[in-house]
């Protein structure tokens, strides 16, 4: 049984939240809403109902920190009786052809099934209708929840306006030969905050070993200033390592290198001390260089380490954005423009 009625100008959203960091959402999707009511919640998901318009999934994803997806809701159902609702929403929401991928989750569920067998359960009913799953390049995504009796079907075009997380993750299944965690986060960078990398030419990386990003951005012909104490695994000929702490660094070396178009901080260091290293080290970049920085919240309060990294930043930056992106676990992205 279909739940929702026509009638209603309401729009509903799936929205995925990062349970280390969910304590924010109600904050963040109220700042970018105003107005909006909360229908379902578990640590992993938030379903919300709100006016605000088409565009809301986008603005949840690009105006908010911790938010990493918004997925317009195709339908809520009740599946007590079966799929076929389900299935013949999804179907008829599909071209003859079109490709798809299909994820569901369990959140307290009414079901013995598992949310995998339902998944492919449903995925081979839509097979059957003439279309084609595909996991590593869909057409459209459906994400499913279920929740007790009720089922929210989320939809989302591959090509959407709000696909970034999503596309972020597929390019990475494809990533093969890496050195690091870390260079999901550092191409997730890139992407999300849309950094023209053809246009750098030098970049400093602090916090450099073993290689991940150094040799990403060499690999891009930029020539890359790595600074570590620890053992680079990755060497390259655009590479000049300097085994040394970010703040030991001497003048010298840096005039030598030249002013940087980027500078890259991923080094295992509290948020005030990588903020004040980007602060220092903005001497040593062309003015509009990009700063990229994770900030590490080991500990303490989160609102009043974004607080710090922003006061710290906005001394020597602009464009000032953060986010949490797929791969960052306790730590957020940061990206920022020198003044
Ligand atoms: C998470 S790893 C960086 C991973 C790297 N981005 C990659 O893609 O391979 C953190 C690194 O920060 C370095 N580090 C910690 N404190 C530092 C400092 N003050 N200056 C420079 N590097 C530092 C550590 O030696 C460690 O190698």
């Given at each position: ?13 799936i ?37 605000a ?41 599909l ?7 299909l ?73 093969t ?24 030419k ?138």
């Amino acid at each position: 049984m279909y739940k929702n009625h026509e009638c209603v100008k309401k729009e509903q959203y799936i929205i995925f939240v990062d349970k280390r960091f969910a304590q924010f959402s109600k904050t963040e999707i109220a700042a970018v809403l105003g107005d909006f009511s909360e229908i379902y919640r578990s640590d992993k998901f938030i379903v919300i109902e709100t006016d605000a318009g088409k565009n809301a999934a986008t603005a949840l994803v690009e105006q908010t920190i911790f938010i990493n997806n918004a997925i317009p809701i195709l339908g809520v159902f009740d599946y007590s009786s079966g799929f076929a609702d389900i299935i013949s929403a999804i179907g008829n929401s599909l071209r003859h052809g079109e490709r798809f991928k299909l994820e569901a989750f369990n959140a307290n569920s009414n079901t013995k099934q598992s949310a995998k067998t339902i998944e492919v359960k449903i995925g081979e009913a839509l097979e059957s209708m003439g279309h084609i799953a595909d996991l590593n390049d869909p057409d459209t995504n459906f994400s499913i929840i279920f929740s007790g009796n009720s089922a929210y079907v989320g939809r989302m075009a591959s090509d959407g306006d709000h696909k970034i997380m999503d596309e972020f993750r597929r390019s990475n299944r494809e990533t093969t030969n890496k050195i690091s965690r870390a260079e999901f986060k550092l191409k997730e960078a890139f992407e999300y905050f849309k950094v023209d990398v053809k246009r750098i030419k030098s970049a400093i990386d602090i916090g450099a070993a073993p290689g991940g990003w150094s040799r990403i951005v060499s690999d891009f012909g930029i020539k890359v200033l790595a600074i570590d104490k620890a053992e680079l695994v990755y060497k390259s000929p655009h590479i000049i390592h300097i085994r040394e702490r970010g703040d030991k660094v001497g003048k010298d070396v840096l005039e030598k290198f030249g002013k940087a178009d980027l500078l890259l901080i991923d080094a295992n260091i509290g948020p005030r001390d990588s903020t004040e290293l980007a602060l220092k080290f903005a001497g040593s970049i062309k003015d509009g260089a990009y700063l990229i920085l994770t900030l590490k919240i080991v500990n303490g309060n989160i609102s009043d380490h974004i607080k710090t990294a922003m006061d710290v930043l906005s001394q020597g930056y602009t464009s000032i954005k953060l986010k949490k992106l797929p791969h960052n676990r306790l730590e957020i992205t940061c990206f920022a423009v020198k003044k």
